[in-house]
């Protein structure tokens, strides 16, 4: 009886420790989604005047998931620690609603790599059309070509209709004048003159860095979350299998103090002294017999155990 009760134990034990280490895992895992997907908004919020906004929720999505999976995570460590079959179920439940959150995410970032090329074919163009009239695009602009070293969105040949010094009749044919931003050695500026000739330019357009950049980002959202979710749906696979053999531990356990509560009434009963009717030793109720006179033979009494319940 005692291995058999310090078997039942070890087994709890087993299965609290696990549930922890894997609830630990998760808010590791959840911790590693929130900087990925804060780095990836940091990098759309830097292109944003070429990034359509919609870009921007799988990676918010993908921040709040990791929020969510520490409560969760958390919930499932409380659990583990209290032996509660009805919180362990519930960090289950809570898992695979995490988990389709995390599949949603995946589909919305595969589906926004498909659309990166065109949106940036036409932010891009729009923004050359709008770069003197609009400070802001300007700004966007030069901060694209400058930390990127591009220029133009295929070529720097792209500015030759877009930027206002291009229309002097004095530059020969193959000459494109280009802002500031596109250059990567810039002349020494002469008695204060705003206006310079590079001396050398970027030789590639913007299109294709900026390209690589967004769709990497994309695919690292679609594969992170992706990742993540068939783990954490081996993780509610876990969590109910826990639960049951929790469940299962704590019923034996209970049936067993059962029977060791019977098995002391039935000695009690059997010796000179008894414990009184009804007493919580024996666990034993004495069924009432009806008025006996003092000379009348009494008749055995008739004894039902009081099972508690093992549920």
């Given amino acids: 009886m005692a291995n058999r009760e310090l ?15 894997v609830s630990f895992m998760f808010a590791l895992t959840a911790i590693l989604l929130i900087m990925v997907g804060t780095t990836i908004q940091t990098v759309f919020g830097d292109f944003s005047l070429f990034i359509d906004g919609h870009f921007s929720s799988p990676p ?38 995490v988990f389709i959150l995390e599949v949603s995410a995946a589909i919305a970032a595969f589906v926004m790599q ?22 802001n695009v300007r700004a966007g602009v030069d901060f694209m070509q400058s930390m990127l070293e591009c220029c133009g969105v295929y070529e720097p040949e792209d500015w030759r209709d877009h930027y206002s010094p291009n229309k002097n009749s004095t530059l020969g044919a193959d000459d494109v004048e280009v802002p500031n931003s596109c250059c990567g050695i810039l002349p020494q500026s002469v008695n204060g003159a705003t206006e310079m000739t ?36 081996l993780g509610v696979l876990c969590a109910f299998m826990l639960a049951k053999t929790l469940r299962r531990n704590k019923s034996i356990r209970e ?54 319940s093992v549920n």
């Fill in 7 to 21: 078997q039942l134990n070890s087994g709890m034990k087993c299965a609290k420790y696990m549930l922890v280490i």
């Fill in 60 to 97: 918010a999505l993908l921040i709040a998931i990791g929020f969510i999976l520490i409560a969760v995570a958390t919930l499932g460590a409380y659990g583990a620690v209290k032996e509660s079959v009805m919180v362990i179920n519930l960090y289950g439940v809570c898992l695979f609603l």
């Fill in 114 to 135: 498909s659309q990166v090329r065109g949106m940036l074919i036409r932010t891009m163009n729009q923004a050359l059309v709008e770069y003197e009239p609009d400070p």
């Fill in 198 to 233: 590079c001396l050398q330019t970027f030789d590639y357009g913007c299109l294709r860095k900026m390209n690589f950049i967004v769709s990497q980002s994309a695919m690292l959202i679609a594969t992170g979350a992706t990742t993540v979710a068939f783990v954490q749906l």
């Fill in 255 to 308: 049936a067993r103090r059962w029977q060791l509560q019977q098995s002391l009434g039935v000695l009690i009963s059997g010796g000179k002294m008894g414990p009184p009717q009804n007493s919580a030793v024996t666990g034993y109720q004495q069924l009432g017999n009806g008025e006996q006179g003092p000379h009348e033979p009494h008749e055995p009494y008739t004894y039902t155990p009081q099972s508690p």
